[in-house]
T-cell receptor, first 116, second 115 residues
């Protein structure tokens, strides 16, 4: 299995809702990532998990809460989002967990989030 | 801090023509360099990567890239473009760190292929 699977593919939520995005990989990768991508823009790093521990938080607002229950799963919990948070949310994983060579990321196909 | 510049926002080529997408990076040490492609509404697919060694790297879908340290460049090339190559292309530089490895992307180049 060489894929990163993200669910749901599309999500519409109100500003008072609580929802979660899910990401799963079975490649044995020990680093997982959340990126946010606005239309016509490059992806921007939000969070990095290395060996199931949060290692990088790029000053993301607290209405985004990541969770890594095990080495294969990564969640992004959403609460009280704003319309400007509407974007494509991409999950990625990589072979290493902080040290060693950098082989690049494997990306999922993303969750298209719309906040109304 | 590392950064990546893709000077061309849009490029249009005819099917069958050759292609070169430009990428310049800024990083103090030897960089890890990548090219990704993204079709509309999709995730990013890795085309190729450079770590060290041979400066001409081969990737998937007939793409290649050449690392030129003196020019801080990592340009992507394809000898004959197919209509299915129309997509957004991102160059990225990777940085290893104790807290995790980070990819920083350029602003992307939108490729349009004319039939």
């Amino acid at each position: 299995d060489t894929e990163v699977t993200q669910t749901p593919k599309h999500l519409v939520m109100g500003m008072t809702n609580k929802k979660s995005l899910k990401c799963e990989q079975h490649m044995g990768h020990r680093a997982m990532y959340w990126y946010k991508q606005k239309a016509k823009k490059p992806p921007e790093l939000m969070f990095v998990y290395s060996y199931e521990k949060l290692s990088i938080n790029e000053s993301v607002p607290s209405r985004f809460s990541p969770e890594c229950p095990n080495s294969s799963l990564l969640n992004l919990h959403l609460h009280a989002l704003q319309p400007e948070d509407s974007a494509l949310y991409l999950c990625a994983s990589s072979q290493e967990g902080g040290q060693g060579n950098f082989y690049g990321y494997t990306f999922g196909s993303g969750t298209r989030l719309t906040v109304v | 801090a590392q950064s990546v510049t893709q000077p061309d926002i849009h490029i249009t080529v005819s099917e069958g023509a050759s292609l070169e997408l430009r990428c310049n990076y800024s990083y103090g040490a030897t960089p890890y360099l990548f090219w990704y492609v993204q079709s509309p509404g999709q995730g990013l697919q890795l085309l190729l990567k450079y770590f060290s060694g041979d400066t001409l790297v081969q990737g998937i879908k007939g793409f290649e890239a050449e690392f030129k340290r003196s020019q801080s460049s990592f340009n992507l090339r394809k000898p004959s473009v197919h209509w299915s190559d129309a997509a957004e292309y991102f160059c990225a530089v990777g940085v290893r760190g104790g807290g995790g490895n980070k990819l920083t992307f350029g602003t992307g180049t939108q490729l349009k292929v004319e039939l």
